[in-house]
């Protein structure tokens, strides 16, 4: 019993539960403004992308990169778990078990929507993409970010097919936006472990341009997503203030170099904060759009 209680909650760690309302989020808000109704497709997605999604997605994350995550000192914590190489095979197992009987209830409650089946099968292939050992898109740079956005805006992607919502511009706008935001997470985010993953002869976006053109990229990006929303109908288009928070935090790296790259956790440990806030304007701001029947 003692042993499982520590097996469970390094896997619980592993899972990255700071993290998990950014994905579920997503499809949750964007199925239940679009539809209005509370459903078994509403509740089987957001528990999937809530926590079965996140444990396959960070825990695959953490076997594969055991060896780098061993020198990194953010690691073993509410950033990540250094999970012991005997837990390996149950992180594994155990992400692959709690995944699949939710894709196959996911995919009956979108037999009618076929689109939907396509994104839940891309959303999954980037998860596993990004990690294993043949792929490892992680260590191609830019590539690395890219699916990583792809791991945070897929499930309102797939919100969007399963409810069979008209789409329209603003939405398509507002997906793009999402997006730019999901790859200058994933770029400043790769700043602060530019060392270990060297010492560890792992790639990232951020060995590749180093820490001051990554943070450069990062801020390019959120510029672009919070541009982009000016172009959404009022009062979506408010949204765009919503990048400037991140600008603000990240703006003081704009000039770190690689040897100082940790010191970005600083700015990193403010953002897994500042998602919160964030998090709940754009979600005052969802409701009075879909009131107002601008994403309907």
């Known amino acids: 019993m003692t042993d499982r209680q520590p097996t469970f909650r390094t896997l619980l760690l592993a899972s990255r539960p700071l993290s998990w309302i950014n994905t579920a989020y997503p499809f949750a808000a964007v199925y239940l403004l679009t539809t209005g109704r509370i459903d078994a497709a509403l509740i089987v997605g957001t528990i999937f992308f809530l926590v079965p999604y996140n444990l396959a997605m960070y825990g695959v994350n953490d076997v594969f990169d055991y060896e780098s995550d061993l020198a990194n000192p953010r690691k073993g914590g509410a950033e990540g778990a250094k999970l012991p190489p005997r837990l390996h095979r149950a992180t594994l197992v155990a992400a692959a078990a709690l995944t699949i009987p939710f894709v196959i209830a996911l995919v009956v409650l979108g037999r009618d929507q076929p689109m939907s089946w396509l994104i839940l099968a891309v959303s999954l292939f980037a998860v596993v993409a990004y990690s294993v050992r043949g792929l490892r898109f992680k260590e191609i740079p830019v590539l690395d970010s890219s699916t990583s956005s792809t791991h945070f805006v897929t499930p309102g992607l797939y919100a969007l097919a399963l409810a069979d919502t008209t789409i329209t511009m603003p939405i398509i706008v507002t997906m793009i936006a999402f997006f730019c ?56 288009n408010l949204a765009a203030l919503a990048a400037l928070p991140y600008i603000a935090i990240v703006a003081p790296y704009l000039g770190v170099d690689d040897a100082r790259s940790a010191l970005a956790n600083r700015a990193w440990r403010k953002f897994l904060i500042i998602n919160y806030v964030v998090g709940f304007g754009v979600t005052m701001l969802l409701i009075l759009c879909s009131v107002e029947g601008l994403f309907a």
Not at 196 to 215: K, M, N, Y
């Open 181 to 236: 935001w999901g790859m200058a997470s994933h770029a400043f985010g790769a700043v602060q472990d530019i060392i270990p993953d060297r010492e560890a002869g792992i790639g990232s976006i951020a060995t590749a341009l180093g820490a001051a053109w990554t943070v450069r990229f990062a801020v390019l990006m959120w510029v672009a997503a919070g541009a982009l929303m000016l172009f959404t109908p009022w009062p979506a």
